[in-house]
């Protein structure tokens, strides 16, 4: 090892590599460094980003082999000491690369050496400038001149306004705004009065729950499981509001991007805390503006999904997992991490109260509790005057379909409709068909790259594959016999919602899916006007299922749920309890009764029976002992290889090396299942298959599997396969 005498000292730094080690390099006389800095560092043909891991360390290859740093980026480490402690606590549990980790914890431009510290535009009224030659129907920029006549604004101050930055722009051009360039200088919102809106009175069981959490000293786990529409979030206003008053920040973690603007807009009704978004929808730009106001202290709120569990805070007090069971919150891809479970570990570390809300806890949770972990809040009966969602169960067999629904279902549609409410009709199947056949000759469309078929997109003509994305037109022959007679087999959201539109003309639809909310606002514009009354009938996938309140809305059609019932994934009965009860809570959230109504072929399934006459803790508690009977998750711990090549042989026959590399090493009572082809066995024209590896212990299973990692990365079987590792899946597609 060199000392600190030495013209150079040798420091290891991680990069975005998918090894799970670091790179040593020189540091030479006389820069400086510390860890957690970035720095660049030349690598193959080329020159990196990497993050300094140790300094002065022994090296791992000869001396002369070592290369110097070209240069320093940060003069401090770029994240916190607890975020750095968080994210090499992820690395090591999920046994991935620490670099790839470091760099999903950042946000882009970090990753590509961007300033850390930041500039930021201050805006001014132009001297002598005024409304008067604003148009009246641009009410922005009436509202920006309005504001900016109290005094200059920054960026950072935008949050919250009724315009943004490109309504500045648009005045700047116009000569009655300038702007300037500063470097950002952190003004901690704690340092203004806050001041809390005033909500609705607690009932008792809210009371004891906004009650246990701010009486929380350090960490303090709860989970909060509340009915839908039991007013989970003003629990968790109510928290907030303690923390904000003492000069601290929340960050609050959200499913889904849809969910993220209303979340926002109810922060803002009730505090007067700067607060922001982080999302996958924003620039880069963006992303990097929000981190370094949370970072700095600007913001009070950063509200966010998953990956804001990387965000850092300057003063910390509370972190919310809302919804805490949704599968999003789980990464599927490069470094899969679970947002939910590193909220725990984050919690821990920054030594503040967690709160997990959800009406249907994910077993884990509820087996946490059990053990003793998390302190268990229970709001058991809707607030205010609604009541509980009344669930009826349509059996379909024999029955007559119009659009995929029975006669009783459209009765009730026809009656909720008549009285002036809203109506929301679920159904999980974006596009016109999910297959497209010849009525002639049986020819399937199916996809040239996937074990799958493509689906219609009759609106814009296209047959698209929802797992590799392969889009092509709509064919007008069958390319088999010729026919003409090309249809469409099954049913989708655009399909559904033409023939609700045919059937109820005098209603207007509104479709709510990732195909019709592709435009930037579309979604937000949609959701308002559902809100305001301008659409009766709702129809929409996942993204109308979760989080949404909408008073008018009383009847809730649940189409499809039968291919669940059946499924071969262990996971597949929590999904649907979990769906049919949130999907249920978007009914009847106000002064009016609501009604579910879930059609099947087989009603007289016993989940569906459990489920619809005991509710949901009813059958999360039988399914956690089934678990626990059978040694399944959360009562044991798995990983999953997943291995994919153009040629099916190489897919599996790395898996089978890997898998004889795990046996020799097998713990008792552990055992490794495959290889195995995938679900779907062919995407984007790679063959698929998996190994599953269980042990009881969580622990003991990383130790079983690191050396195997470790052999996999320096004498690969062979390079025409690619593998990845996922330890805790919750997907086995």
Not at 622 to 630: C, D, G, H, S, V
Request: a positive charge; charged letters at 20%.
């Amino acid at each position: 090892m060199l000392n600190n005498q030495s013209p150079s000292r040798i420091i290891r730094v991680y990069l975005a590599t998918p090894l799970r080690r670091g790179f040593d390099y020189l540091l030479p006389a006389p820069m400086a460094v510390q860890p957690g800095v970035r720095v660049w560092v030349p690598f193959g043909n080329g020159k990196r980003v990497g993050v300094v891991g140790e300094v002065d360390v022994a090296p791992q290859v000869a001396l002369d082999k070592l290369k110097p740093i070209d240069s320093v980026i940060d003069s401090a480490p770029v994240l916190p000491a607890a975020l750095n402690k968080l994210v090499r606590w992820a690395a090591d549990y999920y046994l991935h690369s620490p670099g790839d980790a470091w760099h999903q914890a950042m946000p882009v431009l970090l990753r590509q050496g961007a300033n850390a510290s930041g500039e930021e535009l201050y805006w001014q009224l132009k001297a002598g400038a005024t409304s008067s030659g604003i148009a009246k129907n641009a009410k922005k920029q009436l509202a920006a001149i309005c504001c900016l006549e109290q005094g200059e604004l920054s960026d950072n101050e935008l949050a919250g306004k009724d315009f943004d930055r490109a309504t500045l722009r648009t005045l700047a051009d116009k000569g009655l705004v300038t702007f300037e360039t500063r470097q950002h200088q952190g003004q901690p919102f704690w340092t203004q009065p806050v001041t809390v809106q005033p909500g609705p009175r607690p009932n008792p069981e809210q009371a004891v729950a906004i009650t246990a959490i701010n009486n929380a000293q350090g960490f303090a786990p709860f989970l909060l499981e509340g009915v839908t529409g039991s007013g989970k979030t003003e629990v968790y206003l109510s928290a907030m509001s303690q923390i904000l008053k003492a000069g601290q920040q929340v960050l609050v973690l959200v499913p889904e991007i849809s969910l993220t603007p209303q979340t926002l807009r109810r922060f803002q009704k009730r505090f007067n805390v700067p607060m922001a978004l982080l999302h996958s929808g924003l620039t880069d730009n963006e992303r990097l503006r929000v981190w370094r106001q949370a970072r700095d202290g600007d913001l009070g709120i950063v509200i966010g999904t998953r990956s804001a569990i990387f965000t850092p805070l300057a003063r910390p007090g509370l972190i919310i997992v809302d919804e805490e069971h949704d599968a999003s919150f789980k990464q599927q891809e490069g470094f899969r991490y679970h947002g939910r479970d590193l909220a725990v570990v984050r919690a821990q570390l920054e030594k503040v109260p967690l709160v997990l809300g959800s009406a249907t806890p994910a077993l884990e949770s509820l087996a946490n509790c059990d053990a003793g972990k998390y302190q268990k809040l229970t709001l058991s009966r809707r607030a205010g005057n609604a009541s509980q969602v009344r669930f009826d169960l349509i059996d379909v067999k024999h029955q007559p379909l119009k659009a995929g629904m029975s006669p009783p279902v459209l009765a009730a549609i026809k009656a909720h409709l008549a009285r002036g409410e809203q109506v929301l009709v679920f159904l999980n199947r974006r596009g016109f068909s999910p297959t497209l056949l010849c009525h002639e000759c049986g020819w399937i469309a199916d996809c040239q790259r996937c074990s799958a078929y493509p689906t219609v997109h009759k609106g814009r003509q296209r047959l698209i594959c929802h797992h590799c994305g392969s889009d092509r037109p709509l064919p007008q022959q069958c390319p088999s016999c010729g026919s003409t007679q090309l249809v469409g087999v099954g049913l989708g959201t655009e399909q559904l919602e033409n023939e609700l539109s045919a059937l109820f003309p005098d209603y207007k639809a509104v479709r709510i899916d990732r195909d019709a909310t592709r435009r930037k606002g579309s979604l937000e514009s949609a959701l308002d006007g559902i809100r305001q009354g301008q659409y009766q009938l709702l129809i929409g996938t996942q993204m109308l299922a979760k989080g949404h309140h909408f008073p008018d809305v009383t009847l809730v059609v649940l189409m499809d749920v039968d291919g669940a019932l059946y499924s071969a994934d262990f996971r597949a009965a929590e999904r649907l309890a979990q769906l049919v009860v949130q999907v249920a809570g978007r009914a009847g959230r106000a002064d009016k009764p609501g009604r579910l109504l879930l059609q099947s072929h087989h009603p007289e399934h016993p989940l569906l029976s459990q489920l619809l006459t005991n509710g949901y803790g009813a059958f999360a508690e039988e399914a956690l002992l089934e678990r626990r009977q059978t040694y399944l998750p959360p009562f044991s711990a798995q990983a999953l290889f997943r291995c994919d090549a153009l040629k099916a042989e190489d897919a599996q026959s790395l898996l089978e090396a890997i898998g004889q590399l795990l046996q020799q090493s097998a713990p008792q009572g552990g055992w490794v299942l495959g290889p195995l082809p995938a679900p779907l066995e062919r995407r984007a024209g790679k063959y698929r298959f998996q190994l599953w590896v269980q042990y009881q212990d969580k622990k003991a299973l990383r130790q079983w599997l690191a050396p195997v990692l470790s052999h996999l990365e320096n004498e690969p079987p062979h390079r025409r396969a690619n593998w990845t590792l996922d330890l805790d899946p919750i997907d086995s597609a």
